[in-house]
């Protein structure tokens, strides 16, 4: 059996250079959302099966990497099919795991707890440009609040965070769960079948409204009902008038509170936002995940065509595990994106502090040694960053290599 150098298809391995661009933007994320008072949480990378396959995560639940069962438990069912010789998978997102986690120490946290997550996630889905099988989510989540406070308080910090990284400017769209529920049971699509309707719907963006119509009849919906449906898309900036729901049957299938909570969201945010943010209302904005509840949110950068932000409330998803409800809404950032921006645009960040690099020369006495480590351990207490190292052959090469890690100043010593 040969060794393969490569790594597995779609999980990215970071040289030096990539990881003080991915620690700088990390810090930079955390101090932000640090400021609006969420607290750092770390949650497992492996789930039980039963939760990541809860029907919750859309079509995310057929892109799990499984884990199978171990040792005698493994050899036990190896009889009785595929699904029992799984007990659990890598987790696909960060919200799963927060459930869990927050129905597991409730009794140790602050109500509402505002949690923010970093950490990896793994789909088994077909890697392309911006899109990996392992990447970075950056996770804020506000549960306790069944108050419009909880979205403000996320599109906000999440717009300021964004701000930051000066990646010119980008639009936050909005939506409700409830609004485009309400919309499909007006159009007498059957209840059974709406997670069907939105993941279609989810596509327009690709497809348009011409392959969302036909992609639905091909789901075996009826053609009066698709119809009535795409006509309302049609009509979408009426989708905010009264009148326009009331005559087209689809306020009797809604709370009265949504298009209120939108507005209020809309017009609160928008007062807040830096000057490089805008924030609009999109009927068309589904979001995958099937355990949304209510309001949904999703950023992409204007000049890049790119969405790298999104997020919504789920409000039933704790109550499963708790027993009963618990109000949670939460914002996800896909750190891969926003790095393959900035460097893709040569986009300058303000990343780690230049350092020193001490290299020795082969032979150097005792003595010598102790004086530079003494002077390298007195530059550290001061701040620098400071690496020593043998000096090869070819220095030239040595420091050009060193420079592109960030090390500007060398101080060689020579043997006496």
Partial sequence: ???????????????????????????????????????????????????????????????????????????????????????????????????????????????????????????????????????????????????????????????????RFNLGQFTIRLNDRRLLKAMALSCDMPEDQLNTVFIILDKMDKVGLTGVQEMLIEAGLKNESVEKYCMLFQNADQLTDPSFLRDHQIDRHMDPSVLPNLKAIMEIVEKNLPSDGRIVFDPTLVRGMSYYTGPIFEISLEKFNLSVAGGGRYDEMIGKYLGSPVPACGFSIGLERILTVIKENNIQLDTPQTGVAFLLEQGITREQMSETLLQANQMREEGTRVLIAHRNNNAKFQKSQLSALGYQKFIEVFKK
């Fill in 1 to 163: 059996m040969s060794f393969v150098k490569t790594p597995v298809k779609g999980m990215p391995e970071y040289l030096p250079t990539d990881m003080d661009v991915r620690e700088y933007a990390i810090r930079k994320i955390k101090d932000t959302y640090r400021k609006y008072g969420f607290s750092l949480i770390e949650t497992p990378a492996i789930e039980h099966i039963e939760n990541l396959t809860g029907k919750q995560g859309g079509e995310n639940e057929q892109l799990i990497f499984k884990i199978l069962k171990r040792g005698e438990k493994l050899n036990e069912s190896l009889s009785e099919g595929v699904d029992a010789l799984v007990d659990s998978g890598l987790r696909y997102d960060l919200t799963v795991p927060l459930s869990r986690f927050y129905a597991n120490n409730v009794s140790h946290l602050p109500t509402p707890f505002k949690a923010l997550q970093i950490g990896s996630v793994w789909r088994a889905d077909r890697p392309q440009k911006g899109r990996f099988r392992q990447f970075t989510q950056c996770d804020i989540d506000i549960l306790g609040d069944k108050s419009t406070l909880a979205e403000i308080e996320l599109i906000s910090a999440t717009a300021d965070m964004l701000s």
